[in-house]
């Protein structure tokens, strides 16, 4: 399968299998795939052995390769992710794990004054070819240290790609992409796409995953639902929630096109202007924090291009500036939900 | 020790301080007559090695291309002691296209990966890497080790504590080194530290931990003989800190004013001790005293024109190489 096939694929045309995976058994596989590949993959995070990760990112992985290639480590984030920096160096392809991305505060000297800048310092002479693997997001209640996204504060630093999937397809293809490139990679994944048993999840969160070997591209994005009037650029579980509300508004005739970002770094800003040419309109749905992040990032680059292909003023729904609540309703209240992106939609179709 | 030893650890402390007196000149040169940290041939932050050269000539002497070395915001005498190309490094420290970065990281951000070599300008920070570098020795099945190097001060961080725990924890081929000048810029240790010797701290992470006191380059050296050894043959990590001296400022251009120890500071040169020591004891004589000297400034002169031949870089091209 090749390459643009694959990420089609699972947006545009039915997959070539019926096989169904959750996205992180997906992922899983990705990992197992190259870590039987290629001796220099190993995986190491904390509760990435035993317990198969407390998002279920590394499940079953340790019983296939042992304690040597997928290892446990203490409590220790700036240790083990400098030390993915350095076996990276030495020319290994280190899978580390960040629990939370909400643990950056921790180790973010490691990820972007190490793993970020080695190579650009280095004048391209060490590359640092490894995956910084991070749960992200909401919903469930847990409070404001462990329900952020803050993947606009990866992408803001340069240096490292950023990737986060919405679905098992994707999710899959992106991490043999991020495995095999020679940079490194932050995969952001959700953890209300991961299929998990224990989680409410979106019926996407479990897909067709074709079992062969198949990248998706790093740095494209894919029309997740082609439409007519109006373009939602948006990312990861959000894009659950727009295709939702797409689905409904085609009742109310109206038409959307989901765009799913895949890749922050880097941002196919063609496909969000080639779209954003045909509608004319623009939505920003993000669940990380409204200011000095995606969304305006992203508005930003069509308004730089053309602002006149806006036919409305732009819109965005992601969260306002507060640190993420815990009460049920109080978190529904400042996250992306279908509500809000309906509500959204209306308002920059002028009715 | 023998001589011929003797005379290799002699010979890299005046490599050392030679390049160190030579960048000063270079650097100094049109800064004057105000000083201004952004201009001239070598713009930014420098900050030079003299006085710790016992440290890395030490260290160094136990090690082959094929370990591993991270060293700090003061990487000079690492760099140097571990055989990173003189002539790229100089480049870089000048800025030009022919530096081991091209003119894009500067003289606290040096990698040169012939020798596994790498520095960092953040306190502590260079631990981390250097366990990743161990263990990738460790897996491939090659008993080369990994050498961190931090001052005094990166022993109050994070990553400090993290990285021995770590190292330890899995027996990684890695020799943890403190180079304890006393100073954190203006913060003598008294005022920073809560032990009195950091090789006590050790004792917290179950492995070997070893102060040279005297910033004797052969003490250096004995220690250093041990815990490479017991990385190598697969015992894991030590400590090992060396009282060493920070002969000038914590960068070019810092008055010093807090520094009570000034006064003191010239009878503790390690240079001229040891060389004393070598006359001393008739290993050296003024023939080969000259002789060493000559050589050394012959190769810091060609590194520094080779550096001064090379172009600046395109401004054009700083967009470049964030990803490979």
């Not at chain 1, 304690?67 to 220790?76: A, E, F, G, H, K």
């Amino acid at each position: 399968m090749s390459l643009t096939d694959a990420a089609d694929a699972s947006h545009t045309s039915a997959p070539a299998t019926t096989r169904k995976l959750s996205t992180s058994k997906a992922m899983v596989e990705a990992v197992a795939a190259e870590m039987d590949r290629d001796q220099d993959v190993f995986v190491m995070g904390e509760d990435v052995g035993a317990y198969g990760g407390i998002f279920s990112s590394t499940t079953g992985l340790v019983d296939r390769f042992g304690p040597q290639r997928v290892v446990d480590t203490p409590i220790s984030e700036s240790a083990f992710i400098g030390a993915a920096i350095g076996a990276a160096v030495e020319g290994m392809r280190p899978i580390a794990e960040l629990m939370f991305v909400d643990f950056f505060g921790v180790c973010m000297d490691q990820i972007y004054n190490h793993m970020a800048k080695i190579h650009y310092e280095s004048g391209g002479n060490v590359r640092v070819p490894m995956v910084l693997t991070t749960a992200v997001g909401g919903g469930y209640s847990d409070g404001a240290q462990h329900s952020q996204c803050l993947w606009g504060t990866f992408a803001h630093l340069p240096g490292m790609k950023v990737v986060a999937p919405s679905n098992p397809a994707d999710a899959k293809g992106l991490m043999t992409s991020a495995i095999r490139d020679d940079n490194p990679v932050v995969y952001m994944f959700h953890k209300g796409i991961m299929g998990l048993p224990w989680m409410a999840k979106n019926p996407r969160s479990v897909g067709p995953v074709p079992e062969e070997d198949y990248e998706v591209p790093i740095g494209k994005a894919a029309i997740a639902r082609p439409g007519t009037d109006v373009t939602i650029a948006t990312l990861s579980l959000s894009v659950h929630h727009a295709l939702d509300v797409a689905d409904e508004l085609a009742g109310d005739d109206i038409d959307c096109e989901v765009v799913d970002l895949r890749s922050l770094v880097p941002l196919d800003t063609d496909t969000i202007l080639e779209s954003v040419g045909r509608t004319g309109r623009l939505l920003v749905v993000d669940e990380d924090y409204r200011s000095f992040g995606v969304s305006g990032e992203i508005i930003a680059r069509v308004a730089e291009r053309d602002p006149g292909m806006l036919a409305a003023p732009p819109v965005r729904v992601a969260v306002p500036d507060v640190p993420i609540p815990y009460a049920r309703g109080l978190e529904d209240a400042v996250l992306p939900t279908s509500e809000r992106i309906r509500n959204a939609v209306f308002g920059v179709m002028g009715r | 020790m023998d001589t011929a030893t003797r005379l290799d650890l002699y010979r890299t402390m005046v490599l050392i301080r030679t390049y160190e007196e030579a960048i000063l000149r270079e650097y100094h040169a049109d800064k004057k007559p105000v000083f201004d940290i952004g201009a001239g041939a070598i713009p930014g932050e420098m900050h030079l090695s003299a006085g710790q050269e016992p440290v890395a000539a030490g260290v160094c002497a136990h090690l082959t291309s094929s370990d591993a070395v991270t060293a700090t915001h003061r990487p000079h005498h690492f760099a140097i002691a571990h055989g990173v190309d003189m002539h790229r490094m100089t480049a870089e420290i000048f800025g030009r296209v022919d530096g081991l970065g091209k003119g894009r990281g500067g003289h606290m951000h040096l990698f040169d990966p012939d020798v596994h070599f790498s520095c960092s300008g953040i306190i502590a920070e260079g631990y981390p890497p250097a366990l990743g570098q161990a263990m990738a020795f460790q897996r491939r099945g090659t008993d080369a080790v990994a050498v961190a190097v931090t001052g005094e001060g990166a022993a109050n961080q994070g990553a400090f504590h993290e990285s021995l725990n770590l190292a330890a924890l899995w027996k990684l081929p890695v020799v943890f080194v403190i180079e304890d000048n006393e100073w954190g810029i203006s913060v003598p240790r008294s005022a920073s530290t809560c032990v009195t010797s950091n090789a006590d701290r050790a004792a917290g992470y179950g492995i070997p931990g070893t102060r040279v006191e005297d910033n004797s380059v052969e003490g250096v050296h004995r220690a250093a003989s041990e815990a490479v050894a017991r990385a190598r043959a697969g015992d894991g990590p030590s400590l090992l800190e060396v009282h060493t001296l920070r002969l000038w400022g914590h960068f070019e251009g810092d008055p010093q004013a807090y520094r009570h120890d000034l006064d003191g500071v010239p009878g503790r040169d390690p240079l001229p001790t040891y060389e004393q020591t070598l006359r001393d004891e008739g290993v050296l004589d003024e023939a080969a005293v000259k002789s060493v000297a000559a050589d050394a400034s012959e190769r810091v002169e060609d590194a520094i024109a080779f550096a001064r031949r090379s172009p600046l870089p395109d401004p054009k091209e700083a967009l470049g190489l964030v990803f490979a």
